[in-house]
Structures are given as C-alpha cells and as structure tokens.
C-alpha cells in the first residue's frame, strides 16, 4: 500500500511538469524558418544609377528596372536569370537626350537568414547593348518606330549586395547596392559632338519585391 501511494504522489508531482513541456509553444524561430521563402521567384525593383569611366564623360544619372527570375535553394544558394534597363541623361552639352542601356543577365548568389531579415550578396555576368535614343545628324529621320542611331554591344560584370525583410511564406521586400564594369566596342558619338565611348563603370541603389511559389 505505500508503495501504491508513494507511486501516486509522484504522478502528481511530475503530472504538470509533463504537460507543461507537451504543449510548451515553438521557439520564434521555428515560426520564421517555417515562413522563409524558397523556390521559384520573380523579383522586380526600380532605382537610381550613375555611370563612370569613358561613357561618363557623355551620360550623367539614369532611373533603371530590374526584373529577374531565380531558384533559391534551402541552403541559401540562388542561381537565376535577369533582364535590365536604364535611360540614361546626356550630359547638356552634347544636345542630346537619351542613351539606352539593355542588359540580359545570369545570377549567382547566397543568402544568410537571420530571423525575418536575410542579407544577401550577388554576382552577375551580365550581356550588354548601349544605343543613343532620338534622332541626331543632317540626315533624313527614319520612318516612325525604328532607330538607326549608333548602338553597340559589350560585356560586363556586377556585384550586388542586398537585404531582404520576410513579409509572408510568397513574399520579401528587397532592398540593394550594386556595382559593374562593363566594355563595348568603340562607339561613335559624334553626331551629338561627343567623344567616342566603350568602357564604363556604373554603380546605383534598388527598391524591389520579390514573389515566390511553393518549392
């Protein structure tokens, strides 16, 4: 019979330490990694951009999009594809108005996530086509929609550095810096009284979002 209720007392000692660890709620953290986004995702950000070295001397600032299509890996890994725009000013004293910059491009890159933020860094090798926008020289303007004006073709490279912020499960805002190099053959300019042109340096910020879908 002690033994019967030595065995009870016991039961009711530890009863509510048991229950307690049962239904103890997850740590903050699981909640998070369970929402942290992976898989498939479309991102597509608007910025501001400068530009340096030889193309310089002729543009000044442009406003730029980016949109781009990755997988990001569980480990962090992302690896994906991208397409670029930026329309950049002239410099007022060659009188003209636009260059165009068109990239195509392939990603790289890691992420580290801390809780609802994941810093991340990023390398892209990147195709590249500048072409002066309007029309400039005595001759005849070409016919409504196309563009015979100087255009060239080159490669480059970026590094980006960015932050996401974890809204949902499908959805991070993005913020980042990035800087490229980029060299195309010789451009002639000289329609508008510029100097030739073929490499550049260029460098700007990014406000973005990114969707993604289920892994």
């Known amino acids: 019979m002690r033994s019967f209720l030595f065995g009870i007392a016991l039961a009711i000692l530890f009863a509510p330490s048991a229950s307690a660890q049962e239904f103890q709620p997850a740590p903050e953290t699981e909640g998070v990694a369970r929402m942290s986004p992976d898989g498939f995702g479309i991102g597509m950000g608007f ?58 491009q392939a990603l790289l ?17 990147t195709y590249v086509r500048l072409r002066l926008e309007g029309h400039h020289g005595s001759g005849p303007a070409p016919p409504e929609g196309e563009n015979t004006e100087p255009r060239q073709h080159g490669l480059g490279g970026v590094a980006l550095g960015g932050l996401e912020y974890i809204v949902s499960r499908y959805v991070t805002l993005d913020a980042n810096a990035w800087f490229g190099m980029f060299s195309t053959q010789d451009m002639n300019l000289s329609d508008i009284s510029a100097p030739d042109v073929s490499q550049g340096r260029s460098w700007g910020v990014r406000l973005g979002i990114v969707w993604y879908t289920d892994p």
Request: charged content about 15%.
């Open 109 to 125: 890159g890691y992420g580290f996530p801390l809780g609802k933020w994941r810093p991340y860094g990023q390398l892209r090798a």
């Open 47 to 104: 910025g501001y951009s400068r530009v340096g070295g030889e193309w310089g001397e002729a543009l000044e600032y442009a406003l730029d999009a980016d949109i781009n299509l990755s997988y990001l890996f569980p480990s962090g890994i992302r690896i994906g594809v991208g397409a670029y725009y930026a329309s950049y000013h002239v410099q007022p004293q060659f009188g003209a108005e636009k260059v165009s910059n068109v990239q195509l």
